[in-house]
């Protein structure tokens, strides 16, 4: 695992790589630009809005008995706002991050074919088709959706509301796993490599996911985490098929 990494930072610091990581940032962030001002407007207006809505949040709490208890009893309203701050900001931080992810996953095939051309030659890419591939992520996201909807319930309780990573995760292990595998193995390779490899998928993921914590560069070297998964399902992929 160590040389996996070791391999994947050499190709990441390519030019071309740096360039696409660049690029796909700046759109992002036009991205996110125009849909705030398509929304409110101007800035202005966006922190009017959020100033409303804490005020409304704040009249909630002392209209709703349980949480004018819990705010009175377990947490001051000072502490209650400061959640409702960190949450709203950990969920536009990862909003930023599908898009980001999604945007680079433009280049996927691109990262996916270099390195394959170059290390894995021996290794066809057979690829997943189309609606398959557009069946897969439309149902990645209908469940995570889901699953955010039924744990936003405990958005603003402490510690509990931890569960709300659970639903990104889950998303973010799809996509990356998928992403890779969409270009390099058919629908059954996918699903035996998913089974057999399960365990470790889930570790090297939950290290990027961890990683995409630290503010902004977290999110940034998102093209890191495609090569290293890449690296990853080059090797298990020709393993696989050697057996059949």
């Known amino acids: ?10 190709d990441f610091f390519s030019p071309r790589v ?3 990581t ?3 940032f700046i759109v992002t962030i036009v991205f996110f630009i125009v849909c705030l001002f398509f929304l409110f407007g101007s800035i202005e207006f966006f922190a009017q809005w959020f ?3 804490m005020n409304g949040f704040e009249h ?3 209209q709703n008995w349980l949480l004018s208890f819990i705010s009175l009893i377990f947490i001051t309203k ?4 400061i959640l409702v701050f960190f949450t709203s900001f950990i969920v536009v931080y990862y909003l930023f991050l599908m898009v980001y992810s999604l945007i680079v996953g433009l280049f996927c095939s691109y990262f996916i074919n270099e390195i ?7 290794v066809e890419r057979s690829g997943i088709n189309f609606f398959t591939n557009l069946f897969l992520i439309a149902k990645t996201f209908l469940v995570g959706a889901l699953l955010f909807l039924v744990l936003s319930p405990l958005a603003f309780i402490p510690l ?22 969409s270009v390099i193995n058919s629908s059954a390779e996918y699903g035996k490599i998913k089974k057999d490899n399960g365990g470790e998928l889930k570790g090297i993921t939950l290290i990027f996911f961890a990683l995409t914590i630290i503010p902004i560069v977290g999110v940034l070297i998102y093209p890191l985490y495609v090569i290293v998964m890449s690296h990853f399902i080059f090797r298990k992929t020709r393993d696989l098929r050697s057996r059949a």
């Open 1 to 10: 695992m160590p040389n996996l990494f070791l391999a994947s930072l050499g």
């Open 51 to 53: 100033v409303g809505m």
């Open 78 to 81: 000072a502490i209650v706002g």
């Open 160 to 181: 509990l509301n931890l569960a709300l990573f659970f639903p990104i995760y889950y998303i973010f292990h799809k996509m990356l796993v998928l992403d890779v595998a």
């Open 116 to 122: 394959g051309q170059k290390y894995y030659p021996d």
């Open 18 to 20: 740096l360039l696409v």
């Open 22 to 24: 660049l690029v796909s």
């Open 60 to 62: 909630t709490i002392e």
